[in-house]
């Protein structure tokens, strides 16, 4: 928190932002778990990397939400998964903005700063508020506008923060009715998707069951998780979409 609102940022790609925050909480991040836990294997956002065939992998986003956080904008976390033999078993999601700190151990529930938490009740499509997000690269070729157009149609609202971590911890708490997104890396999902499913949420692919190789995740309650897949599915095959208004057919016809 030191940095934020006056940290300067370089690139790690076209678009992709990178900020001294970043590389200063992976470094202190993997010196704790490496101290702690020698031959524990890791994978982080930043470059830690440590592949060795242990039992136990942990997956490490140091500061999800980079641009925000490189804009002043408060809404980042510190994601930390850790896998047993390819099976999620614990998690953390901490906002330093907030003071808000998500945790998560296999079986054993989901804690928002120490008090239970879960998926939210909402069953109508047309009263829930959900989230997305859209990647840093190649957005031209990214379809989730299309999605983002008609779900948007059908729904209270939907949300764009920026972080999938956070995404992820405002579905499993009820902020979020739902959430999906595409193109997403193992350590923006392995702390969130335990989080969600601890609180009692469902997490998938869009057709297939989810896994950190797969890159999309679609997460909620029940109720909502159905409702979503059945949505964004029938998107995909065409069906029952709703033009895009014609931006030449608006400048013609508002009022001044």
Same mark, same amino acid.
């Given at each position: 928190m030191?940095? !934020?609102?006056?940290?300067?940022?370089? @690139?790690?790609?076209?678009?992709?932002?990178?900020?001294?925050?970043?590389?200063? =909480?992976?470094k202190l991040i993997v010196s704790r778990i490496r101290g702690k836990w020698p031959d524990h294997d890791l994978v982080g956002e930043e470059g830690a990397s440590r592949e060795t065939g242990s039992d136990y992998?942990? @997956? *490490?986003? +140091?500061?999800?939400? &980079?641009t925000n956080f490189a804009h002043g904008f408060p809404a980042f976390?510190? #994601?930390?998964?850790? %896998?047993?033999?390819?099976?999620?078993? $614990? $998690?953390?999601?901490?906002?330093p903005a907030r003071n808000e700190t998500f945790t998560a151990e296999k079986a054993s529930g989901a804690y928002l700063n120490g008090e239970k938490m879960s998926v939210s009740k909402t069953e109508s499509l047309e009263e829930?508020?959900?989230? &997305?997000g859209f990647p840093s690269q190649k957005r031209h070729r990214n379809p989730n506008i299309h999605f983002y157009h008609q779900i948007t149609l059908r729904t209270h609202g939907i949300r764009r923060m920026g972080s999938a971590a956070l995404d992820l911890? @405002? &579905?499993?708490?009820?902020? !979020?009715?739902? @959430?999906?997104?595409?193109?997403?890396? +193992?350590?923006?999902?392995?702390?969130?998707?335990?989080l969600v499913e601890e609180a009692g949420g469902v997490v998938t692919g869009v057709w297939d069951e !989810?896994?950190?190789? =797969?890159?999309?995740?679609? $997460?909620?309650?029940?109720?909502?998780?159905?409702?979503?897949?059945? %949505? *964004?599915?029938? *998107?995909?095959?065409?069906?029952?979409?709703? %033009?895009?208004?014609?931006?030449?057919?608006? $400048?013609? &016809?508002? #009022? !001044?």
């Open positions: 030191g940095h !934020f609102g006056k940290v300067g940022y370089s @690139y790690k790609g076209d678009v992709d932002l990178v900020t001294v925050a970043d590389r200063e =909480s992976e992998r942990w @997956y *490490i986003d +140091p500061l999800d939400g &980079t976390a510190v #994601s930390i998964g850790l %896998e047993h033999k390819g099976e999620r078993v $614990a $998690a953390v999601v901490h906002d829930a508020l959900v989230a &997305t911890c @405002y &579905t499993a708490c009820g902020r !979020f009715d739902g @959430y999906w997104e595409f193109n997403l890396n +193992p350590w923006d999902t392995a702390a969130g998707v335990l !989810f896994s950190l190789s =797969s890159k999309e995740v679609l $997460a909620g309650n029940p109720a909502m998780h159905a409702l979503l897949r059945r %949505e *964004i599915q029938a *998107i995909m095959q065409g069906r029952g979409l709703e %033009e895009l208004p014609d931006p030449r057919e608006y $400048a013609r &016809t508002r #009022s !001044f």
